[in-house]
Structure formats: C-alpha cells, structure tokens
C-alpha cells in the first residue's frame, strides 16, 4: 500500500487500519453493485426475501456506496479522519445488532446472519488496527 493511501506522516503507523478501511469499503461496494445489479443473485444467495419495490433496494445500494466511499477518504489518512474511523466502526457494530436482532426475531431472514457477522468482523478489525488512534 502506498503512503498515498495509508495518509501523510502518520502512514506507516495506520497501514492495518487503512486496509481494514479499503477492504470494508470493496465489501460494501461489491454488496451495492449485487443490489443494483443482480439483486436476484442475493435473494438466492442469502435466502432473503427482495423488498417489494425496487426503489429501496436501489436506495440501500446508494446509501451502502456512500459508506464505503467514507471508507476510502478515512483509509487516505485514518489520522487526520478520526471522526470518520470511529463512525466506521460505531456504523459496522451498528450494523451487527441490527442484521441479528432482525435475523432472531424472523427465521424467513435468518440469511441475514452472515452480513451480521460480517459487519461484526469489520468493527473489530477497525477497533483493533485502530486502537492507537485515540492514545
């Protein structure tokens, strides 16, 4: 990874944290493209019912390419981009309770478990590589 992408003088002290970053970002934005452009791919993937109305899917896409590029501008400089590390990982573990709580109370979404997960994953991976951040 360049210093260009692992930020300025503080790079070579937050390159985990900016490949954590880069990877949460190409995971969003791969779920994002399968949401706009093979939402059926999902459904069987995940076993998950598509929502009615193409429009939210289509909005969640918008939404989810929004936070990886977040992802991307934080792992730049994870440093001079505090706020944005801290929202990534408040923002994935957010994401967990919300993917488990609705996977637990319906078992037609119980294929929501794996991208539960998945974003638990990714709040520890940044917590962890981050931790030096905030000392």
């Known amino acids: 990874m360049s210093n260009r992408l692992a930020g300025s003088s503080h790079g070579r002290r937050f390159r985990a944290l900016a490949a954590t970053l880069l990877l949460g970002a190409v995971y969003d934005f791969v779920f ?4 706009l452009l093979a939402p059926a791919a999902l459904e ?10 193409p429009f ?4 969640i896409a918008v939404l989810l390419a929004i936070v990886g590029f977040t992802y991307v501008i934080a792992a730049r400089d994870p440093a001079a981009h505090r706020p944005l590390v801290a929202l990534a990982i408040l923002g994935r573990f957010a994401g967990f309770v919300a ?10 979404l119980a294929g929501l478990w794996g991208a539960a997960f998945g974003d638990l994953a990714f709040a520890l991976l ?7 951040l905030w000392q």
């Open 32 to 35: 994002a493209g399968l949401m």
């Open 44 to 53: 069987r993937g995940f076993a998950l019912p598509l929502p009615g109305e």
């Open 56 to 59: 939210y899917l289509r909005l």
């Open 99 to 108: 993917l488990a709580l609705s996977a637990a109370g319906e078992p037609r």
């Open 126 to 132: 940044h917590a962890v590589a981050g931790r030096r």
